[in-house]
């Protein structure tokens, strides 16, 4: 075991591992900017693009805890190294797919390979470094999963412009090949074998937690863009069950000593289960808002990916220096974990107040503050928060512990975009009408500047609003509605010059636009109270755990009485 991280042999796995997180987190943002330049490529239908993207997800979800148990019986080293060796194959793989169905495969693979990997991450920083050392290697863990988060948009955006050698989009599934040769090299020289309870394998849990996990996250991610079929439905309901039996069939094998996929010791840790609550909690806010801000940004602002990639960077920025300022704070981890929910929470009432300020399009300047304070809040939650939850958690567990904690995270983030695209989209829909009211006396005054007749000014009023209200309500907000479609063909065929047609159907498509971005603006308002409303419940599962009110000690960061380095 690594003492307060002097040892060279582990201050030089560091990278290793980190490189690794970062490598998986990257290629998750990185290939939605490239869907539809995918798309375009090979000429992809609908149901390959989400296989591409939920095949991967899914994969990775299933495949986090059991990996994490086997990393505990056949060494963590081990399934690391594994784990990134497969990771940077099948991207190279996926970089070379001719058709979508072999990218769809790559994918899958793909996503195999970081649920192998990344839980060995958490895994050896928790059983192979003492205290001081892990308090500041979470640190830096917490600011590899902000920056990587919102740092794939971007790399995403500047690799698909640079199209290097005409690679186009294939570029951001090799980019992970150098990483993972380098996390590969520097893992195999410097990270050292640690195995933890080696006692047999629980492959009917195994079975159970991958249906489970897989129905679940796979219902919630498909839901929305399937239109919630009966199937679908029928899945997500039975998924509770699959996952109850899970719980059963562990807590049986517990109680009777017999090997689990989530061992004894973890779940009997002081503090685990409060931090595993919380980790679901917050990842059903942090990933659902920047689902709905990409939306925002590119459907409603007209952002290029790039440009929506460039207005993330304050939260990245924000969660690096905060992340990094946590390994130096002498301050309880629940101080700590809550001022971080509040600076969250605090950010999304600030965005609600500058999106009160807009009158047409919103600027990158406006988004600055709220976002920074947004990237505050998760660096000082996110460091604290894993080295309290895994404190009391014994190296033998280590594994088991990650598995845990990792999955939750995914189906958080999961259910949390399903959530938020339910209140969004709802929101969306209520708010065409008023947005479209909104636009009409521009609308009104542009058709009696151009002297259209009074007759044609009611009803292109009426049919405005009809067109704005529909286009709402519809799936896919950039599509032109029937009824939208109507008013081209009545201008057509309306007694009036053709040049003055041309004019008119142009202007009422701007006016449109303006109509529907007005709709974005009011929908992501009232959106973003989802988003303070999990944060707050995250401060008060916290502030009212008996183990933070009883014995705050419990939860602190270890070594948090002595001097800072």
């Known amino acids: 075991m690594v003492r307060d991280g002097n040892d060279a042999a582990g201050v030089q796995a560091v990278p290793a591992l980190l490189a690794a997180a970062f490598m998986q987190l990257l290629d998750v943002g990185i290939v939605n900017v490239a869907v539809p330049t995918i798309q375009a490529s090979l000429g992809a239908s609908f149901a390959g693009l989400e296989s591409i993207i939920a095949g991967y997800q899914v994969a990775f979800a299933v495949t986090l805890l059991p990996a994490a148990r086997l990393g505990d019986r056949f060494g ?97 599934f090799y980019v992970n090949v150098p990483i993972g040769i380098y996390a590969l090299i520097a893992g195999a020289m410097s990270l050292p074998e640690s195995k933890g309870d080696e006692n047999g394998l629980d492959l009917g849990g195994a079975a159970l937690a991958a249906a489970g996990t897989a129905m679940l996250v796979m219902g919630l991610l498909l839901g929305h863009q399937l239109g919630w079929p009966t199937w679908l439905k029928a899945e997500l309901g039975l998924s509770p069950v699959v996952l109850a039996a899970f719980w059963l069939l562990e807590s049986r094998r517990s109680r009777r000593d017999r090997p689990s996929l989530v061992s004894k010791a973890v779940l009997s840790s002081e503090g685990f289960a409060l931090g595993s609550a919380l980790f679901l909690i917050v990842f059903l806010g942090v990933a659902p808002f920047f689902f709905a801000l990409s939306i925002f940004l590119q459907e409603g602002d007209s952002f290029s990916p790039l440009m929506a990639g460039v207005a993330s960077a304050p939260f990245a920025l924000g969660t690096a220096v905060a992340s990094l300022a946590t390994a130096r704070l002498r301050v309880r981890s629940p101080k ?99 947005a479209a009211r909104a636009e009409l006396p521009k609308v009104t ?96 599962l916290l502030a009212l755990a008996p183990s933070a009110r009883r014995r705050p000690a419990k939860l602190q960061l270890p070594d948090e009485a002595k001097p800072g380095p």
């Open 336 to 434: 700590l974990m809550i001022a971080g929910l509040a600076l969250l929470a605090l950010s999304m009432a600030l965005l609600i107040v500058e999106l009160g300020r807009v009158s047409g399009h919103m600027g990158l300047i406006a988004l600055v503050w709220p976002l920074s304070l947004a990237g505050i809040g998760l660096g000082l939650f996110i460091g604290p928060a894993s080295a309290a939850t895994l404190e009391k958690v014994p190296p033998a567990g280590a594994g088991s512990a990650s598995g845990v904690i990792t999955t939750l995270q995914q189906v958080g983030g999961a259910l949390g975009v399903a959530l938020i695209s339910l209140v969004f989209f709802s929101f969306f829909a209520v708010n065409g009408g008023s």
């Open 76 to 172: 963590r080293r081990r399934l690391f190294l594994v784990g990134v060796a497969a990771f940077a194959a099948f991207s190279a793989l996926s970089g070379a797919a001719h058709t979508t169905g072999m990218l769809v495969v790559a994918r899958i693979l793909s996503g195999v390979a970081a649920g192998t990997m990344f839980p060995q991450v958490i895994s050896i920083i928790q059983a192979g470094f003492e205290s001081g050392a892990r308090r500041r290697l979470f640190a830096f863990y917490g600011t590899t999963v902000g920056v990587a988060t919102v740092a794939g948009p971007l790399v995403g955006g500047l690799l698909i412009r640079a199209d290097l050698a005409h690679l186009s989009w294939r570029l951001i």
């Open 445 to 540: 005054a542009q058709l009696r500047t151009l002297a259209i007749p009074k007759g044609f000014v009611s009803e292109g009023e009426s049919a405005f609003v009809t067109c704005i209200v529909d286009r709402a309500a519809q799936k896919d907000v950039s599509r032109l509605p029937e009824s939208c479609l109507i008013i081209g063909g009545a201008i057509e065929q309306a007694p009036i010059p053709s040049a003055l047609k041309t004019k008119l159907i142009n202007l009422l498509l701007a006016d449109g636009n303006s109509a529907v971005s007005r709709d974005f603006v009011l929908s992501l308002r009232e959106t973003l109270g989802y988003e303070i409303a999990v944060f707050a419940g995250a401060i008060l």
